[in-house]
């Protein structure tokens, strides 16, 4: 199995893989599209695209997209095949008991980085002031090269944000809190989100191909438009969170996404597993 095949390839020298072993499976979970755009222009991403198709292609019998946000590639599914750590669910088990209390609000974890989503964050909170809407309060928790810039963003626009620095999203630092904003749009598939709703939260997402494993959860809140995400921002900070079903646990674990895993190589044939 090859994480990021795409890339890991480069370099590679000797004998091919699909040459020395019965079947190569390479997993995909970087949109390293979106930010050769962001960060280097469309004419590079161009010619990283073709060179994606290329190594995966020559390298991989199966290529196991974690969502469709990644560019189409040679013998490629789309399917999830993460799971979250044991001790994600059991705060979850934790916060489903009848004497649980959520003691704060909303917040956001992940690396400061524009690309990260922050600036759709901070763009959405604008939109509420200028709706004459009661403020959100909103802790971000991470550390990251944008940092700086961000905190002035949010100080020049008098947003009632606050940050924090990096720290493990299971600790007690993070239980308390009822819902988990994530506005990326970069990402393939979020851990952070799947950790959350393992943790029994509320989370608030944008309807995008990267995140369509999450819409099947009932704590999962999806906009499509600014004023969306607000809605859906005042509903969670009003409602409680439904308790995980023995279901929703499965999808999250790492036996689920085990049998995910093993579910997508059931079509492959000795057919499509010959050397190239």
């Keep these: 199995m090859l994480e990021e095949p795409e890339h890991l390839t480069w370099y590679h020298s000797g004998h091919n893989w699909r040459h020395r072993f019965k079947l190569v499976v390479g997993v995909v979970h970087t ?100 709706l004459g809407l009661e403020p959100t309060h909103v802790d971000v928790y991470g550390g990251g090269d944008d940092l700086p810039a961000i905190e002035a963003a949010v100080a020049e626009g008098e947003l009632d944000v606050a940050f924090f620095r990096p720290t493990d999203h299971s600790g007690p630092e993070l239980r308390g809190y009822k819902v988990f904003v994530n506005p990326s749009q970069s990402e393939v598939l979020s851990t952070t989100t799947a950790e959350a709703l393992a943790m029994g939260k509320f989370v608030i997402i944008e309807r995008h191909p990267s995140n369509e494993f999450f819409l099947q959860f009932r704590n999962t809140l999806a906009y499509d438009t600014p004023q969306g995400f607000l809605a859906a921002l005042d509903h969670a900070l009003r409602s409680q969170p439904e308790p995980l079903s023995a279901e929703e646990r499965r999808a999250l674990s790492w036996e689920g996404a085990t049998e995910r895993f093993i579910g997508a190589l059931s079509n492959c044939t000795q057919g499509n597993l010959l050397p190239t």
Aim: glycine share 8%; charged share 20%.
């Design 31 to 130: 949109n390293y599209i979106y930010y050769a755009k962001m960060y280097l222009g469309s004419s590079y991403a161009r010619v990283l695209r073709q060179l994606n198709i290329w190594m995966c292609g020559a390298y991989c019998d199966r290529v196991i997209k974690l969502s469709d946000t990644i560019q189409p590639l040679p013998r490629a599914v789309v399917c999830n095949v993460h799971g979250v750590r044991a001790s994600f669910l059991d705060v979850g088990r934790r916060a489903a008991s009848p004497l649980h209390r959520w003691k704060k609000g909303a917040y956001f974890l992940g690396k400061v980085l524009w690309a990260k989503g922050h600036r759709l964050l901070l763009e959405y909170l604008t939109l509420q002031r200028e």
